[in-house]
């Protein structure tokens, strides 16, 4: 199984760690965002880089067609894997993702937001973030804590060269070509993506389900773990009989 | 160390101007988020008014240069009051044709390279600002501050610096190769590189880079052997270590410590006494910094804006804390703090002559750029201003650097005062 993170970077929360209790995950850092390898990021110029990049990743790891499970940006970069070369994927969840842009109810502009807007903006309808809004991050303050804002600005950074200014590249047009088993995961309460397009997901992507969470916001495997766990599990034993 | 006997060589120093909206209401920055990218238009735009803006400040700057102001210079923002010059050409050809009778420098600091596509067309509209102006360009050559690049036109900040770099080869190869040549970039792919017209001063104008602390930008401007300007609006004194850490930069990388390699931008208020200076210019300061440099300071570094050692190390010794910090702090700053603390320098001609001697001096500049329209300053003022300063502060100036070092970023024609061959036109009548 593939997991694919947010705009923001790998991060080892609550979801991942249990999801890779209980399976075996590959949870690549997008290219720059490797510790070390910050200039990993100016080997890819557009999409169409970053989807190869990620097709070679899964020969290099003997993956012929994974499970992938996306969130946010990873949710895009996931569909378009799903979409390029529909034999490499063998199901695909979708949690919260970015990609598509109807001008009436447009996606925030998640990647213009400072940490704590961020962090803010995702919340659900509790108002409280599942992510931790750190105290302001000085020269005073802990090493760790400085590098966990310099590992979110770079990530953020190296996300965005594929989405910036509008996360919208195009996805619309390519998402009808999915065949893998599809799941989308979305919060009803999600004010960076709003819950209407996950319709269009739907509509596109041949026999693909969905849930929603009442109250979660734009990160519900966050908010909700458990229950989005259980959720993705009962789908892959579906997928897999 | 080469050092060059010459006649005429002195600091420079030039007539700074950002064209702002110079009307905006006692509560903007309680009721807007910022200056810049989303202050709407439709509650706080007037065409009309905005056209006597560019009327007066060209006034004002050819005012300056007819005073004896060695440049004139524009900038380039969008999209925001506080520079209302989205292609600061268009004013430069106003300026080269209204000062051809005058040895004055037309400094375009300047086009932000990777906000126009392709860059050729910069590299053809300095091109003819210095033939209308007879070789009197100054090619500013700004990387673009993030709002501009990233917000308003929509640049990735992780690509910024290198289509910076791209767009620069691509206009000085423009501007000195002989062969009609393809260009196959990254971010610009050309078949054909034949730019008419050429400038007139070779190999290309004078090119000066604008930045506000940037290491990279130090090297680039060092390894290319461009001038660095500093631009900063909390004066001299909060400038130094910057521009020490400048100079060893120089040092080390083995390039002479001419002066003329390094330029600061200073606002500069002068009235009769120092007293009058803050009846005639403190709201107007004031409304600079409380006003116009409103904006969260989160938008001057989207994610991937600063390359990762500039991140590192901003976080780590507290720098990128402390611009945030700064900004703030200074909004509540009294009149006296700023003029004491030089971030204006402010007051009767003798104050102001020794406290830009100083900061000259201090900062090893040979570029010397003073913002003499600040804020909300209405049109006479601006010109009591300029006349002042021209009058009574720039005269005494004059010997700093002299004949000590050749100037080797300023228009040839300029380099030392003297008889010229003008174009041949006149000023037009206004």
């Given at each position: 199984m593939v997991f694919l993170h947010g705009p923001s970077g790998l991060v080892w929360d609550p979801f991942l760690i249990r999801l890779a209790e209980r399976n075996r995950v590959f949870a690549p850092e997008h290219p720059g965002t490797s510790p070390g390898h910050e200039?990993?990021?100016?080997?890819?110029?557009?999409l169409w880089d970053l989807v190869l990049h990620y097709y070679d990743l899964f020969d290099e790891l003997g993956l012929k067609a994974p499970h992938v499970v996306g969130y946010s940006f990873g949710a895009m970069v996931a569909a378009e894997l799903a979409a390029t070369s529909p034999d490499r994927v063998g199901s695909l969840v979708l949690i919260s993702p970015i990609g598509l842009w109807h001008a009436d109810e447009p996606v925030a502009h998640y990647q213009m937001m400072s940490r704590e807007e961020l962090s803010a903006a995702i919340a659900g309808a509790s108002g409280t973030s599942p992510v931790a809004t750190t105290p302001a991050v000085t020269s005073e303050s802990d090493e760790a804590a400085q590098d966990e804002l310099i590992r979110w600005t770079w990530s953020m950074g190296c996300t965005s060269k594929?989405?910036?200014?509008?996360?919208?590249?195009?996805l619309h047009k390519r998402l009808h070509r999915v065949s893998a088993p599809t799941l989308i995961v979305a919060g009803d309460h999600d004010r960076v993506v709003p819950a209407t397009y996950m319709q269009q997901f739907v509509k596109e992507i041949s026999g693909a389900e969905q849930i929603t969470l009442e109250?979660?916001?734009?990160?519900p495997h966050l908010d909700r773990p458990a229950e989005v766990l259980e959720v993705i599990e009962r789908f892959h034993d579906n997928a897999e009989a | 160390m080469d050092r060059y006997k010459l006649g005429g060589w002195h600091v420079k120093i030039s007539m700074f101007h950002f064209m702002p909206h110079r009307d905006l209401p006692d509560d903007f920055e309680k009721r807007y988020r910022s200056a810049y990218v989303d202050v709407p238009w439709s509650e706080l735009g007037d065409s009309a008014m905005i056209g006597r803006y560019y009327n007066w400040g060209v006034d004002e700057l050819v005012f300056a240069a007819e005073a004896g102001l060695d440049g004139i210079c524009t900038n380039e923002h969008h999209q925001n009051v506080y520079g209302l010059m989205p292609n600061p050409n268009l004013i430069g050809s106003i300026l080269a044709r209204a000062t051809n009778h005058l040895d004055c420098a037309i400094v375009?600091?300047?086009?932000?390279?990777?906000?126009?596509?392709?860059?050729v067309r910069i590299a053809e509209e300095y091109a003819m600002l210095d033939c209308i102006s007879g070789g009197r360009l100054v090619a500013g050559m700004p990387i673009g501050i993030a709002m501009d690049?990233?917000?308003?036109?929509?640049?990735?900040p992780i690509e910024q610096r290198d289509r910076y770099y791209e767009a620069h080869d691509l206009i000085v190869q423009a501007w000195t190769r002989d062969d009609i040549f393809a260009f196959n970039g990254n971010y610009t792919q050309l078949p054909y590189v034949n730019v008419w017209p050429k400038p007139i001063q070779k190999p290309y104008p004078p090119i000066w880079i604008p930045g506000a602390g940037s290491s990279s930008t130090w090297k680039f401007a060092a390894d290319n052997d461009y001038a660095y300007q500093f631009l900063s609006y909390y004066g001299w004194l909060n400038s130094k270590a910057m521009m020490d850490g400048f100079w060893d930069f120089v040092e080390t990388s083995g390039h002479d410590a001419n002066p003329f390699r390094a330029g600061f931008l200073q606002l500069v208020v002068v009235s009769e006494t120092d007293e009058q200076a803050q009846k005639d210019y403190e709201q107007h300061i004031r409304y600079f910094y409380?006003?116009?440099?409103?904006?969260?300071?989160h938008d001057l570094f989207p994610p991937g804006h600063q390359d990762f050692v500039s991140l590192e190390r901003g976080v780590r010794n507290g720098l990128t804390e402390s611009i945030a910090a700064q900004h703030e702090t200074v909004k509540y700053m009294s009149y006296g703090d700023l003029v004491e603390q030089q971030f204006v320098i402010a007051g009767s001609p003798a104050t102001v002559r020794d406290q830009l001697r100083e900061a000259a001096t201090q900062l090893r500049v040979g570029n010397l750029m003073v913002l003499l329209h600040i804020g909300s300053m209405p049109h006479e003022l601006t010109l009591k201003n300029i006349d002042l300063f021209a009058r009574e502060v720039q005269p005494y100036l004059t010997d700093l650097w002299e004949d000590e070092w050749e100037n080797k970023w300023w228009p040839e024609r300029l380099r030392s005062r003297g008889e010229h061959e003008t174009t041949g036109t006149v000023a037009p009548a206004n």
């Open positions: 200039d990993a990021i100016k080997a890819l110029d557009e594929f989405t910036w200014p509008i996360p919208e590249r195009g109250g979660a916001g734009h990160a | 375009q600091l300047g086009c932000s390279l990777p906000l126009t596509a392709p860059p690049a990233n917000m308003n036109y929509g640049i990735p409380n006003k116009l440099q409103h904006l969260p300071p």
